[in-house]
């Protein structure tokens, strides 16, 4: 499957990304390498290809007091992460929980596609530890749009289809802009680079706390 056959519609969806044997971790095969201009993890066999690191997180998940944040890590230094509450972000009247979290980091990442594209890069890949995530991108998306954005066994509405739209959006901006996306599952501990993130301005709670908490959704 190349990187953009699978369309639906008007949509584009991203494609799983398989690592080699060769260096199946992400800080093998995307070390930190220069650029012109500055640090990105950069394939090691592919110049042209970046990798960005995804995370969101929510405490009190589907509770009143309930608190989530997003972030995603595109280099090695101090201003190589972007982090927001989704205070900031989302619809005021939605209840913050770890799905919609996760969709935002990711979001969030490929609104950058001008900067990745005038970088001279024309391949993003998106590591995350969220298979909900993963797969609702690169395999149920494909299903759900087909059936009018309702789940294959139950027959419900697929919750938070704002964002998977807003995010299939963005993929498609990439695409119109010689970027592609894949996305690619991490072991949760291979994704410290946005797990490690701390001193959240956004939240009085501890940022530690906060982005230890993992998200158990399954769908489809």
């Not at 989302?90 to 990442?109: C, G, H, K, Y």
């Not at 998106?126 to 309702?150: F, M, P, Q, Y």
């Amino acid at each position: 499957m190349t990187a953009y056959d699978g369309w639906s519609s008007s949509y584009i969806f991203p494609t799983l990304f398989v690592s080699s044997g060769e260096y199946p971790t992400p800080d093998m095969l995307f070390p930190a390498s220069s650029t012109s201009t500055t640090m990105r993890f950069i394939n090691r066999r592919d110049a042209q290809q970046m990798l960005i690191y995804t995370h969101g997180s929510c405490l009190n998940n589907g509770q009143a007091k309930a608190r989530a944040g997003c972030a995603y890590v595109f280099g090695p230094s101090e201003d190589g992460y972007i982090e927001s509450s989704l205070a900031s972000l989302d619809f005021p009247n939605i209840m913050p929980t770890n799905p919609r979290a996760e969709l935002w980091a990711v979001i969030l990442a490929l609104r950058r596609h001008r900067i990745w594209r005038a970088e001279g890069f024309n391949s993003l890949v998106l590591a995350n530890d969220s298979e909900w995530l993963i797969k609702g991108a690169t395999e149920w998306a494909h299903v759900w749009v087909c059936r009018g954005w309702r789940k294959t066994r139950s027959k419900e509405k697929v919750k938070n289809r704002d964002l998977w739209e807003i995010f299939f959006a963005e993929v498609k901006r990439c695409h119109e802009a010689g970027l592609t996306v894949r996305m690619w599952k991490i072991p949760k501990g291979l994704n410290e680079a946005a797990y490690k993130l701390l001193g959240c301005e956004w939240c009085s709670l501890d940022s530690r706390k906060l982005w230890s908490v993992e998200s158990n959704v399954t769908d489809v």
